[in-house]
Structure formats: structure tokens, C-alpha cells
């Protein structure tokens, strides 16, 4: 067997992508590898456990290893030139799931790395594997990880030499805010109108292939259900760079995310993230900073004039509004409310204050006899508005890949034991549960604050 790749990125988006050499890895082997995935993209599983190394280095002919170009972004500051620094696209599948792209994180050094080394670190591919395998369980679009493939090669970071790994990273595709910027920013408006087609047609069809209004309503519609899910689970993104929000709608780039344990709209994990723009809270003006960012990008290629601005600033102002109200229906799923109801989620946010987000939630799904004491007063109110007939278990996970399990797994992982990962990998897998209790219990209290690195 050989893996059928299509590369429609090539054909069609010159200037967008380089030919980059893959790095080859000394001594490849699985360090995991996700065959319910490899099935539902139709490929055959024990022919991709066969061959680690069309993964480091060495594709199944078929492959054309491009990296990708992007503009983006970071913490608000642009930055017209970046790009795969440590990755790169394979080719695409066309599937039973559509078509995705095939793509390398940890894959060898590119014209975009600057500084870096192409590599990557097995704790922090391990990482993205498990979150996005997590996420993809509890139902919020995502990017998906078909395999992490240990190089052999030993690296050197912060820490001291550490294992290297590659991640094989499934996604609708790579397109992101960024791509667009990129074009936007050199003025090159045919490269751009180009772009828009290939979006248009990989994730809305239906479009014409200049609606860039109608794209943009559908990314806008997509990011806003994506962020208000986010809220829903305590899900901190940590780094919402232009560059980092794809337009196919699929959470994408798990460096540094964390999910929160205690309740804390400010809370924010990662070492970089000083100033706290990606916390908690945050979230939804960055995702209606980000979608500003796209309208700019996208004004090249809509008529000149007033009613443009009009209809880009009467969009962007329907952002936090439409964002509200999917928060709202968000939190009336998991709470078991027919219809919305803002007080009493307000009530509930107030109240869960510093309590544990999902294992509350959990609580009241089981209808056990532990409500808090702050929550007693509310919890009448609750009693009173929801729907008893709705088996709030199935919406409200009793098991999220928590950061002091994430550590424990990975640190085991990295000195060579896989077995914490695997058991942490399977409990998330069914985060319904019902689930063994060390899955779902809070951090013990010795934890500590939780800081997360983006991996690099
Ligand atoms: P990431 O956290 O993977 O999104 O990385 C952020 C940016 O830095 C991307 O443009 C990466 O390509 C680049 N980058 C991260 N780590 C490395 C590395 N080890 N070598 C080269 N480029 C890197
Ligand atoms: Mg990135």
C-alpha cells in the first residue's frame, strides 16, 4: 500500500508554500499510532504500522512535502512573514471524513525557522495528541493526530536533551486568518482572490468563488460556535494568534491550552502569555479581534467604498453578540434548560467562582447529594428551570485530559513508560464516563499554579 495524496494546495496556491526537504530520523517507531483514525480516512493500518518512517523522513512516494507561508498576528503585533518553521503539508487525503490535509509537526528545518531547529519534543507532540483526541471525544471540532513517531534523535531545549518526535497532524485543511493576511499585507490581490476561491471551495462550496462576504459570514459562524464550546469547557486556548485560528473552524495548534481546573475567568497558563490576552475570559474579543483582522484582509477584494465598511463593521459588530447567545445555548445544553436563560447562568458563573468547572457541572448532571455551599441558593433556582427528563451526563464530561494528569503521563512518557499516557488516552476517549475516580478528581492540592511552553 502506498498513501493516495492529492495536492490541490500546490496546483493551486502558487507563492503560498515552499519545497522543503524533510529531515530524516536516525531510528523512527511508533510512539503511538491512531488506527480507528487511519480507518475513517480509509487507509490501512497495519500498512501504516509497518512504515514509522514515511512519517520521518522518508514518504511513500506520492508525498510532495510543502511548507506552508503565512502572514499573522502574534499578541497583536503583525508579523508579514511566517510560515512552517517545523512543519510541513504531505499532500491531502480525499476521505469518507472529506478532504484533509496530511501534515508533519517536528519534520526538519524549512526557509521559515529563523532560529529554530525543526524539531520537535515527544512531551509536547504526546501533548497534542492526547488533547486533540480528547477534543475530538467531546465533540468540539478539531484537528485530529494520526500518529506520533518517536526520531530516535535526541534534542536539545531549555530542559536539558530531550527524546524528538514528529506529530502527523489531520486538519480540513491549514488554511488560517494568517494565509490571508499574507496576501493582504504584499498588496498581491489576484494571489488573494486565488486564496478565496481554494477556501471557498475546500470549506463552503455552496458559495460562489468571489463571495468574500458569505466566507467570511461562514468562518465568523464556525469560530464563534468553536470559542463559545471553549467556554463551555474551561478549554484556554493560550495562544489565538491570527495565525493560529483556521478557517475551516477546527481548534488548531495545542501548544500551550490547558484546560482549567478551578473556575477563574482570568485564569491563563501560558509562560508567554504575560499581559493575559488569551485567558479565559478573553477569549471571545480576541476571537472578535481575529475576525477583524480576516475583514481587513478580505477588503482587497470587495467593491471600494461605504457600503463595504458597512457591511464588514455591521458583521464584526455582531460578533459578541452572536458569541453571547452561543454561550448561552452552550450553557442551557449543560444545564438542562429548554430555553436560554442568561440570569441563571450569570447566577451559576457567580457562584462557581473557584469551585472545580467540570467536576460542578458533573455534579449536577449525577444529581448526587454535594452541592457546594455556594451553590445552594442557586441550585433552587436550577431545580426550578430545568428540563429533569435530560440526562445532562451525556454534555457534561466527567473526564478532561487535566494538567496534573497531562504532566504526570507526559513526564512518564518521555523517560520511556507509556503506560500513564495510554490509560489518561483511553479515559478521555470516553469522557461521558462512567470513569475511574483518579480521571476525575481535581488536582491535588499540592499542584500549584499550572504553567504550560508552547514546545518549541
Ligand atoms: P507553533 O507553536 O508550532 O505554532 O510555532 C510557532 C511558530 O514558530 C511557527 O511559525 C513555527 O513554525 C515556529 N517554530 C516553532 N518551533 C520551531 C522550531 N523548533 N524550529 C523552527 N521553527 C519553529
Ligand atoms: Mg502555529
Redesign the pocket.
Known amino acids: 500500500m502506498t498513501i493516495p495524496f492529492d495536492h490541490s494546495w500546490a496546483r493551486d496556491l502558487p507563492g503560498t508554500y515552499l519545497r522543503q526537504p524533510l529531515a530524516v530520523a536516525p531510528a523512527p517507531r511508533y510512539a503511538q499510532l491512531n488506527r480507528d483514525l487511519a480507518r475513517a480516512l480509509g487507509l490501512d493500518a497495519d500498512a501504516l504500522a509497518a512504515h514509522p518512517e514515511w512519517f520521518a523522513g522518508q514518504p511513500p512516494s506520492g508525498a510532495d512535502p510543502i511548507a506552508l507561508a503565512y502572514a499573522g498576528h502574534q499578541f497583536g503585533n503583525f508579523s508579514p512573514q ?6 510541513h503539508l504531505l499532500g491531502e487525503l480525499v476521505t469518507p471524513m472529506g478532504r484533509v490535509d496530511i501534515a508533519l ?1 517536528g519534520s526538519g ?1 524549512t526557509a ?3 532560529g ?5 519534543a515527544l512531551g509536547p507532540m504526546l501533548r497534542e495528541y492526547l488533547v486533540s483526541e480528547a477534543m475530538a471525544a467531546l465533540g468540539i471540532p478539531t484537528t485530529r493526530s494520526l500518529a506520533v513517531v518517536a526520531t530516535g534523535e535526541t534534542i536539545l531545549r531549555q530542559e536539558g536533551p530531550l527524546p524528538g518526535a514528529i506529530l502527523v497532524r489531520v486538519a480540513a485543511s491549514h488554511l488560517r486568518v494568517g494565509s490571508f493576511e499574507f496576501f493582504a499585507a504584499r498588496g498581491e490581490t489576484d494571489k488573494l482572490r486565488a486564496l478565496l476561491a481554494f477556501a471557498i471551495a475546500r470549506h463552503d462550496p455552496d458559495l460562489a468563488p468571489d463571495d468574500a462576504l458569505g466566507f467570511f459570514d461562514r468562518v465568523a459562524a464556525r469560530q464563534v460556535r468553536l470559542v463559545a464550546e471553549w467556554m463551555g469547557l474551561g478549554f484556554v486556548h493560550g ?1 489565538m494568534n491570527t ?2 485560528m483556521a478557517l475551516s473552524g477546527e481548534t488548531i ?1 495545542y ?1 500551550p491550552c490547558a484546560f482549567i481546573d478551578a473556575y477563574d475567568p482570568g485564569a491563563v497558563f501560558s509562560s508567554i502569555d504575560r499581559q493575559g490576552r488569551y485567558r479565559l475570559e478573553n477569549q471571545p474579543h480576541v476571537l472578535a479581534w481575529n475576525l477583524a483582522r480576516l475583514a481587513e484582509a478580505l477588503l482587497p477584494l470587495l467593491p471600494e467604498g461605504e457600503a463595504t465598511i458597512a457591511a464588514l463593521n455591521d458583521r464584526l459588530a455582531a460578533i459578541a453578540p452572536a458569541h453571547e447567545a452561543a454561550f448561552q445555548a452552550v450553557m442551557a445544553r449543560k444545564l438542562g434548560l429548554a430555553v436560554p436563560n442568561p440570569e441563571l447562568v450569570a447566577g451559576f458563573l457567580a457562584a462557581a467562582q473557584g469551585l472545580d468547572w467540570t467536576r460542578t457541572l458533573r455534579d449536577l448532571a449525577e444529581g448526587g447529594p454535594g452541592v457546594s455551599p455556594g451553590l445552594r441558593d442557586w441550585h433552587g433556582a436550577w431545580q426550578a428551570a430545568r428540563r429533569p427528563e435530560a440526562d445532562l451526563r451525556a454534555v457534561n464530561p466527567a473526564v478532561i485530559p487535566r494538567n496534573h494528569l497531562v504532566e504526570e503521563a507526559l513526564t512518564a512518557a518521555t523517560a520511556g513508560d507509556m503506560a500513564p499516557f495510554e490509560a489518561l488516552l483511553a479515559a478521555c476517549r470516553a469522557p461521558f464516563g462512567p470513569a475511574p475516580e483518579r480521571f476525575t478528581l481535581p488536582p491535588p492540592s499540592g499542584f500549584g499554579r499550572y504553567v504550560t511552553f ?3
Do not use: E, H, I
Open positions: 511566517l510560515g512552517d518553521g517545523r512543519a509537526k528545518r521559515f525557522s529563523r529554530g531547529d525543526g524539531k520537535a495562544v495565525d493560529n495548534d501548544g508552547c514546545g518549541t
